[in-house]
């Protein structure tokens, strides 16, 4: 297993340092200068406009540009704004907003999705079960910022029952309404795999074979047959993580949460890269940890696999 382990830590090297120099090239090679973007409508003289070229490292080749983010990188140093301060000191206290709300989200789609997905397996063709059916396809069908702004008014607004906007509440309380909506996607996705594979399994023969020794029916499916069946939905929920991380730019804004998807917006639009470039960089960090955290599971959910 450590072997495995290191093997796949190894190869999770080039990943990294290709996915990094693909997003810093595509972010320094959007049209416009920052350093004009952060004069504005002051006209700079020649000179200034050069200096400032220089001392931010504008004037270099793109391979030498990103050199220098490796190696500050190395020392744990995401680089500087326009404006000269650090990129990790901007998101250090957004971090924490935006994992918060990732994992309240994540959560929230293992708990209710493999759930839900259980009880439609088990229930097959039953009211339930096309309830569960109709009700993720609308999920998935309904863009996020319409469940968003729908949720607010509804369960808000109207009902009064959590918080709409802010993190006054702290947490748990001020994030599950947002998390909720951001998990909403990845909880249909989940319990439509875990229906499917729980049907799939509910026939193969070794729960046939379980059965026959005389073994109960809640033992058989949830210690052989969800067992087994979790192997694909853990591999969507490690994936889904990143995405999640990635994509609560839109929650926070329906939600005014002060989270880095709100910085990397507002990056963007000011044309602040090193911004853009750190807080992806940490994305693709996380991303790459929780996949090797989903390859190890496996072993764990089914003896049959081995790491050499």
Known sequence: MWRYTA????????????ATFLIYALVFALPGDPVRALAGDKPLAPSVLAALHHRYHLDEPLPVQYGRYLAGLVRGDLGQTFTGQRVADLLSDRWGVTARLALTAWAFELVFGIAL??????????????????????????????V????????????????????????PVGYL??????????????ARLTRTTLIENLHADYVRTATAKGLGRTRTVLVHTLRNSLIPVVTYLGVDFGSLLAGAVVTEGIFNLPGVGQQVFQSIQLKEGPVVVGATTALVLVFLLVNLAVDLLYGVLDPRIRHE
């Open 7 to 18: 093997r796949r830590l190894l190869q999770a090297v080039p990943v990294f340092l290709g």
């Open 117 to 146: 997905g259980v009880v439609a397996g088990l229930r097959r063709g039953r009211a339930v079960d096309t309830a569960v059916l109709a009700g993720t396809t609308l999920v998935i069908a309904v863009p996020v910022f319409v």
């Open 148 to 171: 968003g702004y729908t949720a607010q008014l509804l369960i808000g607004l109207e009902w009064g029952l959590l918080p709409t906007a802010g993190t006054d509440a702290g947490w």
């Open 177 to 190: 309404l947002p998390g909720m909506v951001l998990g909403s996607f990845g909880l249909a996705y989940v």
